[in-house]
């Protein structure tokens, strides 16, 4: 099930904002993957203020499927790592929640790119939605 929010014209699947209201204000980062469809996959930690561990299992599930997360220190922003496991574990769509109630979305069009692109095309100022398509 999803809708439409009406401040930014993104669909919202209520499976991953119930998920997210779970995980929003823990103190160790904690993840799941959802299918498309809103289907919950698996979920997964380390306890770990900054890094959520992937393991070999997780890694078949994740490709082309959604990943949300949160960041405990408050910042919506991508760390790099988090554009790393994306382009490596080839995932479509990752989204972040943070303890302030902000969520920002990253989906990746061109997994040949370099992280640093995708990182300078990232702005703070713009805390919602950042699309990586191909250049060249």
């Known amino acids: 099930m999803y ?14 904002q119930i998920y997210e209201n779970k ?20 979920e997964f930690t380390n306890y770990n203020e900054s890094l959520v ?3 070999k299992c997780h890694a078949r599930l994740i490709r082309n499927n959604i990943v949300t997360h949160n960041h405990p220190c408050n910042i919506p922003l991508p760390s790099s790592q988090d ?6 574990y080839k995932i479509k ?10 969520t920002r979305h990253l989906t990746i069009y061109n997994y ?3 992280p640093s692109d995708i990182l300078n095309k990232i ?3 713009n805390t919602t939605h950042t699309k990586v398509f191909s250049y060249g």
């Open 83 to 88: 554009i790393k496991t994306m382009l490596i």
């Open 123 to 125: 702005s703070p100022h």
């Open 112 to 114: 040949n790119i370099k």
């Open 3 to 16: 809708y439409m929010n009406k401040d930014t014209n993104y669909l919202v699947f209520q499976g991953l």
């Open 93 to 102: 769509h990752l989204r972040i929640v943070t303890p302030s109630y902000k």
């Open 53 to 55: 561990g992937i393991d």
């Open 23 to 42: 995980i929003k204000k823990l103190k160790y980062e904690r993840a799941a993957i959802f299918s498309p469809d809103e289907f919950q996959l698996a």
